[in-house]
């Protein structure tokens, strides 16, 4: 140590002058020479640039359209079953291709929360809390009525996949297994809503206490109906043109001529209907309510059955007034 401080000091002039060059070369100069590059590998290729123009093509395009039938490496998707849910007749398939393990419908219970429970519940009721919360939104189904308990896995996945009436299509955020993964869990809410007694013993869960919360939610909700309908209704053009708002009738059935998912509702009131069958019908009171108690009964020709049951919840006050809306409407 005591040898370099002695150096330094022996050669200041020297240690000086080499710092000082080191910051000269720090300073920065413009430079403009290319730099050397001895080994050019790709960095200097003959090809053109993304949007480049290229004289060669009659569109001076660089930028060229696959040839028609190109597949990506990778996204060939022979398996229909398995990337559409559909069998090789078009036909949705029957069963959820993947093995139901616990992890997979977990997977599933994951994902629905994720993406479903919003509109359809926690226990796949339609009572999400978009669909409770007045939005305007069209009444998501229930999975536990019997048309959806019959539905083919391959039809749930294909909902979940394309989309279905106003329901968006979730392709691009949900993952083809975790959709298949969604299906599993549909189907465990399903069984969980609709079990039998037996299968719920085996359970080891006490069916006496079940029953008896039935019975109270069941009372509670029959002395409310009974409250509700002995209290005087207002049935008023006012109030239908809200509920047809809130059930967001509008999003399928237009009232400017249009057509629609649904038939449009101007000037429908009174005037003839030609249903799928060929029969002619009037739509008078008799008709509209049915359309919005049974909406299965009658297909205007023209549209397919997609319309959901609305009525569940509506009181018979509701639904008149939903009709003398309708009635308004020219």
């Known amino acids: 140590m005591q040898a370099a401080i002695k150096f330094i000091k022996s050669h200041t002039f020297f ?11 720090c300073r920065g100069q413009p430079f403009n020479h290319q730099p050397i590059h001895p080994v050019m590998n790709m960095d200097q290729q003959r090809r053109f640039e993304a949007q480049e123009e290229n ?4 569109n001076n395009r660089a930028m060229r359209q696959p040839v028609d039938g190109t597949v990506a490496r990778g996204k060939l998707k ?16 029957a069963e959820n291709p993947m093995d139901l393990t616990k992890s997979f419908i977990y997977r599933g219970k994951d994902q629905y929360e994720v993406y479903c429970q919003v509109c359809h519940g926690k226990v796949g009721a339609g009572k999400g809390i978009i669909m409770e919360g007045d939005y305007n939104y069209v009444p998501a189904p229930s999975y536990h009525t019997e048309r959806l308990r019959d539905m083919p896995d391959g039809q749930i996945y294909s909902s979940i996949a394309d989309g279905v009436r106003n329901m968006p299509s979730y392709a691009t955020q949900i ?14 809410l399903q069984r969980s ?9 085996q359970m080891q869960v ?3 206490s079940l ?3 039935y019975k109270e939610q069941q009372q509670a909700a029959e002395a409310k109906k009974a409250k509700q309908e002995k209290a005087p209704a207002e049935v008023s053009v006012e109030r239908g043109k809200k509920l047809f708002a809130q059930n967001a009738c509008g999003s399928c059935h237009s009232l400017d001529g249009t057509k629609g998912v649904g038939p449009s509702l101007k000037g429908l009131y009174e005037h003839e209907v030609t249903l799928d069958n060929g029969e002619t019908v009037t739509a008078d009171e008799a008709y509209l309510k049915e359309s919005i108690t049974n909406p299965g009964a009658k297909i205007v020709q023209g549209y397919q059955p997609v319309m959901p049951n609305v ?20």
């Not at 004289?55 to 009659?58: C, D, S, V």
């Not at 022979?78 to 398939?93: C, I, K, P, T």
């Not at 993952?175 to 465990?188: E, H, L, Q």
């Open 206 to 208: 006490s069916t006496d």
């Open 193 to 201: 809503q609709y079990a039998s007694k037996e299968e719920v013993a």
């Open 15 to 25: 240690c000086l002058a080499i710092i000082a060059m080191l910051l000269v070369s």
């Open 55 to 58: 004289p060669f093509y009659a």
């Open 311 to 330: 009525s569940g919840g509506m009181s018979e006050a509701d639904i008149q007034s939903i009709v003398e809306y309708l009635k308004t409407i020219e």
């Open 78 to 93: 022979l398996n229909s079953a398995y990337y559409r849910g559909l069998n090789e007749d078009s036909s949705y398939v």
């Open 175 to 188: 993952s083809v297994r975790d959709r298949w993964a969604i299906v599993a869990y549909v189907r465990a």
């Open 211 to 213: 029953m008896s919360a």
